[in-house]
Nanobody
Framework: QVQLVESGGGLVQAGGSLRLSCAAS????????MGWFRQTPGKEREFVAA????????VYADSVKGRFTISRDNAENTVYLQMNSLKPEDTAVYYC???????????????????WGQGTQVTVSS
């Protein structure tokens, strides 16, 4: 089993920044694809960003492209999501996820991920 613990959420004004962290423990693998998703009440979980095990390849949702940056530190078993120029519509619970699969178009699909964190709340005020 793999345990994922997110941190760094909070309340921020529109235009501000937050940095989310996701610490992995247990039977981790540096070859896992790591992703961030978000969810608001009554809506399905939405893809935000994913990073290849090497850190060289990333993919983003159009809604966050140019504002968010995903990165990972395999030595520390941690993945990050730097969020800049935050908007009220970014308000959600943000989840970290790990996928024991190959890099490809499916990294955008939540059903492909094997492990999930408990989530961290991000609230952006207008």
């Amino acid at each position: 089993q793999v345990q994922l613990v997110e941190s760094g959420g909070g309340l921020v004004q529109a235009g501000g920044s937050l940095r989310l962290s996701c610490a992995a423990s247990g039977r981790t693998s540096s070859s896992d694809v790591m992703g961030w998703f978000r969810q608001t009440p009554g809506k399905e979980r939405e893809f935000v960003a994913a990073v290849h095990w090497s850190g060289r390849f990333t993919v983003y949702a159009d809604s966050v492209k140019g504002r968010f940056t995903i990165s990972r530190d395999n030595a520390e078993n941690t993945v990050y999501l730097q969020m800049n120029s935050l908007k009220p519509e970014d308000t959600a619970v943000y989840y970290c996820a790990a996928e024991r699969g190959t890099w490809g178009p499916t990294v955008r699909l939540p059903d492909k991920y094997d492990y999930w964190g408990q989530g961290t709340q991000v609230t952006v005020s207008s």
